[in-house]
C-alpha cells in the first residue's frame, strides 16, 4: 500500500466510558476514494469509532492522522469531514434547501482579489450564486431537484435520508461518514439506495466510511469490510475474502450462514467433527481443538450411504431458488442449501468437498459443550451427569427445599430438560487412574508437552472430547476416568430464562 | 324500562354553559362598559378621555417598557439556566429543574413580599430604588415561568442537530445562534408571551416592591375598579385584551411549528 494513498489512519485508538472500554486498540489504514464498512453487531464500537473520525468523540488513547496530519483533538467544525446520521438529523426549521445550503454559507474559501494592481489572498464567503449552484447540483445528484422549497417534515423517510446525504456531500468533505443511513427505510427502498450510494460513491471519488450491522448491505456496497466485536476488529477485507475465508467462527457466523462445529484436527489435512473424519486442506497442528466452518450452500445432499455421513431431515423450508434444509446427524444440526427437492424425514448423506472445509483457530480455550439440566439439577453433557449449580443460570437466584430455582421476586423457574452451554476450563478437567472413579470415562489420545504442562485429550466413546492441562504425564491409549468440580462448570442457558417459568 | 342516552351534544352542555358565564359573558361586558358612559348610553367618550390623557398614555407605554425589560431579563437568565436543566450531565433525575420551579408553589404575595424584605436586609430600600426594587421582584416572579417551557422545548430537542451543525462547520457560537436558537424558538415565544402579558397587568409585585411608588396599567385597572369606574376601567382591560391578540396572532406562526406544552402546571 502506497503510503500517499492513505487518507485517513486510526493507530491505537480505545475508547473508554467509565470501567467499559468500547474500542479496543483500533488501528486501520483507509485508502483514498475507498468504500469501507465498519460491521458488527450493536454495541460492537463500529458507532462509537465513526463519532471519534467525525469528532464527535474522543479517543481514550491513540491518534487519527488525516493526511498525516493529527486531527485526534481537532474539534468536528474543522474537519473536513462530514456525516449522514442515523436518523438524518435534518434541521426543521429550515427548508430543503436551505438545510443542503447550512454547511456552503458557513464556509470561507481562499480567493484571490486585484484591486488596484495589487493582487491579495483572502478569504471570503461563498457568493449566494456560487452557494445556489452547488446546492442545485447536490440536489441534482440524490434527486431532489423539485423539492427545494418544501418543509422537511413533508417529506418522505427516502426523500430525507437525501436531503441528508446531499447536504453532507455539498461540502465536498474528503470523507463521508454514514452511521447506518439506511436503517429506517424499508426493504425495497434499501436497497435501491445502496445501489445509488455505491453509484454516487463512484461519481464523487470521496472516500466512504459506512457504518452498518446489515451484513447483505456491507458485501454489497464495500471495497473492504472491517467486522467487529467487542470493540476489536476481528477482520479486515474485501468482501469476497471475508465470505470465503473467515478469519474466526465470529466472522464466518456474522457474515452469511454458516454451519460450525467444534472439530479437532486428528491428522495431516483430516479434522474431526459431525463424528467423521473428514478431508480438509488446511494444515493445523496435530489434537489442536479447531472451528469447522460449512456455508450451507457448499453441502450437497446424497443417497443413503453414498456421502461421507448420514442424517435425517427434519425441516424444509422453500426460500425461492433452493430448499433450506436441517438434517440433524447425531445431536448436531446441519443447515444445507440445495436446489432439489427432497421428502422431508428422510435419511440422506452429505458430501463435503474439502477446500469448503474452513477451520479455524478456536478463539476460547475452553473446553465448550452443549448439554441439558436434569430432574436431579445436575448437567448432563459428554454422556455424563455432573454436578453442577444451577443457580448462575439465572441471576439472583436461589433454590427451594423442592429443587426449583426462585428469584429475588419469587419468581419460580423449572429448568428440567433446559438446554445449556457448558464451558469447562482446562485446569479444571481432573484426570483419575481407576475409569469407575470418574464420572465419565475415555482414552486419552493425545499427550503434548506444552513447555511447563502437558495437554492431555480424552476421548469417549461418543468422540466427545475433554483437553486438559495437567502437570502430570499419562500414557496415549490409557483408559481413564474424568471429574469435573462442581465449581468449575460454567453454564449457560440457550433459551431466554422466561421460557421456564413454572405455572 | 328504557335507558337514558347521552349524546355528544348533551355531555358537552354543562361545558357550554360554563363557557358561556365564566368567559363570553364577562368579555362581553368589558366590551360593554368600554363602550359606554357611565349612565349606559353607548359612547366612545371613554376612548376619548384614555387616548387624550398623556398620564394614561405614558402609563401605558411605562407598562409595555417594563414588559419588555422583564421579558428580556427572564429570558437571558432563564435560557442557561434551561440549558443547564435540560442537560442530563448536570441534572440527573430532574431534581435541580424542580428546585427551580418550586418557588413557583409558594404563595405570590407572601413570596413577594418575602423578597422585598431580603432585598432591604441587603440595603436594596424598595422606597429609594422602587425601579430596582421592582424589577428585582418581577424577574424573580416570572423566571419559573420562562424556564419551564425553555426547559420543555429542550428536553425533546434532537442532540443529534446540535452535532449536526458542528459536522457542517459551525462553530459553537454559530451552532448556537443557527441551531440552538431556532430549534427552542417555540419555547421563547412561549415563554416570551408568559412573561409579558403578566408583567403589565401585574399591580402586586409594583405595589410591594417599589412601594407603591410605581404604577403600571395593572394597578391602573384596579385603581378604577375599586372607585367604581367601571367604564374606564374596562376600557384599559379591553386594551389589554387586543395587545394580546395581537401578539397570539404575530406569534402564532412559530407556535404552528411545534406543539409546545405552555409550561403552566
Same mark, same amino acid.
Given at each position: ?19 467499559? &472500554? ?5 488501528? +486501520? ?10 460491521? !458488527?453487531?450493536?454495541?460492537? !464500537? ?18 487519527? +492522522? ?77 434527486? +431532489? ?12 423517510? !427516502? ?17 463521508? &461518514? ?6 429506517? &427505510? ?8 445502496? +445501489? ?34 467487542? !470493540? ?90 433452493? *430448499?433450506? *434444509? ?178 | ?41 353607548? #359612547? ?161 409585585? #409594583? ?59
Amino acid at each position: 500500500m502506497e503510503k500517499e494513498n492513505i487518507i485517513i489512519e486510526l493507530t491505537n485508538i480505545s475508547k473508554q466510558y467509565d470501567d467499559n &472500554l468500547v474500542v479496543d486498540d483500533f488501528n +486501520l489504514k483507509i485508502r483514498k476514494g475507498e468504500f469501507v464498512t465498519f460491521l !458488527g453487531p450493536s454495541g460492537c !464500537g463500529k458507532t462509537t469509532t465513526l463519532r471519534m473520525i467525525a469528532g464527535f468523540e474522543l479517543p481514550t488513547s491513540g491518534k487519527i +492522522l488525516l493526511n498525516g496530519q493529527d486531527i485526534t483533538e481537532l474539534p468536528p467544525y474543522k474537519r473536513p469531514i462530514n456525516t449522514v446520521f442515523q436518523r438524518y438529523a435534518l434541521f426543521p426549521h429550515l427548508d430543503v434547501y436551505d438545510n443542503v445550503a447550512f454547511g456552503l454559507k458557513l464556509k470561507k474559501i481562499k480567493d484571490t482579489v486585484t484591486k488596484k494592481g495589487v493582487t491579495k489572498e483572502i478569504e471570503r464567503k461563498l457568493t449566494a450564486k456560487e452557494i445556489d449552484a452547488k446546492v442545485m447540483q447536490a440536489l441534482k445528484i440524490v434527486d +431532489l431537484e423539485e423539492l427545494e422549497t418544501r418543509d422537511i417534515s413533508t417529506l418522505s423517510g !427516502g426523500q430525507q435520508q437525501r436531503v441528508a446525504i446531499a447536504r453532507a456531500i455539498v461540502n465536498e468533505p474528503e470523507i463521508l &461518514l454514514l452511521d447506518e443511513p439506511l436503517g429506517a &427505510l424499508d426493504l425495497k427502498m434499501r436497497k435501491d439506495m445502496q +445501489l445509488e450510494l455505491k453509484e454516487m460513491h463512484r461519481k464523487l471519488g470521496i472516500t466512504f466510511i459506512y457504518v452498518t450491522h446489515d451484513q447483505e448491505e456491507a458485501l454489497t456496497m464495500s471495497d473492504t469490510i472491517v467486522v467487529m466485536k467487542d !470493540g476489536c476488529i476481528q477482520q479486515v477485507g474485501s468482501p469476497t475474502d471475508i465470505y470465503n475465508e473467515p478469519n474466526n467462527a465470529f466472522v464466518a457466523d456474522f457474515i452469511g450462514e454458516s454451519n460450525i462445529y467444534n472439530g479437532t484436527m486428528t491428522d495431516e489435512k483430516k479434522v474431526l467433527f459431525l463424528n467423521h473424519i473428514f478431508e480438509c486442506v488446511d494444515d493445523f497442528e496435530k489434537n489442536e481443538k479447531v472451528d469447522v466452518v460449512i456455508r450451507p450452500e457448499d453441502i450437497f445432499l446424497m443417497d443413503e450411504d453414498k456421502g461421507m455421513v448420514n442424517g435425517k431431515l427434519v425441516s424444509k423450508i422453500f426460500k425461492g431458488v433452493y *430448499y433450506e *434444509y436441517i438434517m440433524m446427524v447425531g445431536k448436531n444440526e446441519v443447515v444445507i442449501h440445495d436446489t432439489k427437492e427432497y421428502e422431508l424425514n428422510k435419511t440422506m448423506s452429505i458430501y463435503i468437498k474439502p477446500f469448503d472445509i474452513h477451520i479455524m483457530h478456536k478463539e476460547f480455550v475452553n473446553n465448550v459443550y452443549e448439554g441439558y439440566i436434569d430432574k436431579n439439577n445436575n448437567v448432563i453433557f459428554a454422556e455424563g451427569e455432573f454436578e453442577c449449580d444451577v443457580t448462575q443460570l439465572i441471576p439472583n437466584t436461589h433454590l427451594d427445599e423442592d429443587g426449583y430455582l426462585v428469584d429475588d421476586k419469587g419468581i419460580v423457574y423449572d429448568l428440567t430438560d433446559a438446554d445449556v452451554k457448558v464451558e469447562v476450563g482446562l485446569k479444571d478437567i481432573e484426570i483419575v487412574d481407576k475409569e469407575e472413579d470418574g464420572t465419565v470415562s475415555g482414552e486419552i489420545v493425545s499427550i503434548i508437552y506444552k513447555g511447563d504442562h502437558y495437554q492431555v485429550i480424552i476421548r469417549t466413546e461418543e468422540y466427545e472430547d475433554f483437553v486438559t492441562d495437567t502437570e502430570y504425564t499419562w500414557n496415549e491409549f490409557d483408559k481413564v476416568g474424568v471429574k469435573i468440580p462442581k465449581e468449575a462448570i460454567k453454564m449457560t442457558l440457550k433459551n431466554e430464562a422466561k421460557q421456564y417459568v413454572k405455572d | 324500562m328504557s335507558k337514558i342516552r347521552f349524546s355528544r351534544k348533551t355531555l358537552s352542555i354543562p361545558y357550554f354553559a360554563f363557557l358561556i358565564l365564566f368567559v363570553v359573558l364577562p368579555l362581553l361586558l368589558i366590551v360593554y362598559y368600554a363602550i359606554t358612559d357611565s349612565d349606559g348610553n353607548i #359612547s366612545l367618550v371613554n376612548f376619548i378621555r384614555f387616548f387624550q390623557d398623556k398620564n394614561k398614555l405614558g402609563l401605558l407605554a411605562f407598562s409595555v417598557i417594563i414588559g419588555v425589560a422583564n421579558t428580556i431579563l427572564c429570558l437571558i437568565i432563564g435560557y442557561p439556566i434551561a440549558m443547564i436543566l435540560s442537560n442530563k450531565k448536570y441534572n440527573k433525575s430532574a431534581v435541580l429543574a424542580l428546585l427551580f420551579i418550586m418557588p413557583m408553589w409558594i404563595n405570590f404575595v407572601l413570596r413577594t413580599a418575602a423578597t422585598r424584605d431580603l432585598l432591604y436586609w441587603f440595603g436594596i430600600n424598595g422606597g429609594e430604588h422602587p425601579y430596582l426594587a421592582t424589577m428585582i421582584g418581577m424577574v424573580y416572579n416570572y423566571l419559573p415561568f420562562t424556564i419551564m417551557p425553555l426547559y420543555t422545548t429542550m428536553l425533546k430537542m434532537d442532540k443529534n442537530l446540535i452535532e449536526a451543525s458542528y459536522d457542517l462547520g459551525a462553530k459553537p457560537h454559530q451552532t448556537f445562534v443557527k441551531t440552538i436558537i431556532p430549534m427552542t424558538m417555540p419555547g421563547i415565544v412561549s415563554a416570551a408571551t408568559m412573561v409579558f402579558m403578566p408583567t403589565m397587568s401585574s399591580f402586586v409585585i #409594583s405595589d410591594i416592591m417599589g412601594e407603591r411608588k410605581i404604577s403600571l396599567i395593572g394597578n391602573a385597572i384596579q385603581f378604577n375598579f375599586d372607585q367604581s369606574r367601571w367604564n374606564d376601567g374596562s376600557l384599559i382591560a379591553l386594551i389589554m385584551l387586543l395587545i394580546i391578540g395581537v401578539i397570539t396572532l404575530l406569534t402564532k406562526n412559530v407556535q404552528k411549528e411545534e406543539n409546545v406544552r405552555g409550561g403552566l402546571w
